[in-house]
């Protein structure tokens, strides 16, 4: 008897406003709870609030007023996959902590996803300026 993949695949498409990243960090915690995988809910919910953050403020920074999209689903092995798309222009880049910089408040959202994804990247999408920012969360499971 095989064990069953959770399905709780869903996309949230709001405003790039930061009213927004604790309700896409709900939905991700909601999925999670369905689908009984609350041993991914701390990485999960922190890569999301980084990724939805970083995107959101993207936004803010070009005067980017397209919606920013949260799309999450499950892959194999029970992996949660999640993906941030924004339609800011410019690629982020990692940056690296140095000197004043770890004192900073902002500017490692993707060190963060770097450090504790599974795996993660960063890719353009479509034909206008607009990219997006995916991760994968995988974990014992519970």
Known sequence: MSAQLPRADFSLVFPPDPGWVRTA????????????RTDLTDTALLLTSEAVTNAVNACRRSGCSAPVTL???????????VLVSDDA???????????????AESGRG???????ATDWGVC???PGPGKAVWFQVNGARV
């Not at 799309?71 to 996959?81: I, K, Q, V």
């Open 110 to 116: 993707l060190l963060i996803i770097g450090s504790s």
């Open 71 to 81: 799309y999450a689903e499950w892959g194999p092995h029970g992996t949660l996959r």
């Open 124 to 126: 353009h999408h479509g």
């Open 25 to 36: 960090r709900e939905a991700i915690r909601t999925a999670l709870r369905t689908a009984n």
């Open 89 to 103: 222009p410019g690629l982020p880049a990692q940056r690296t902590l140095a000197g004043d910089a770890t004192d």
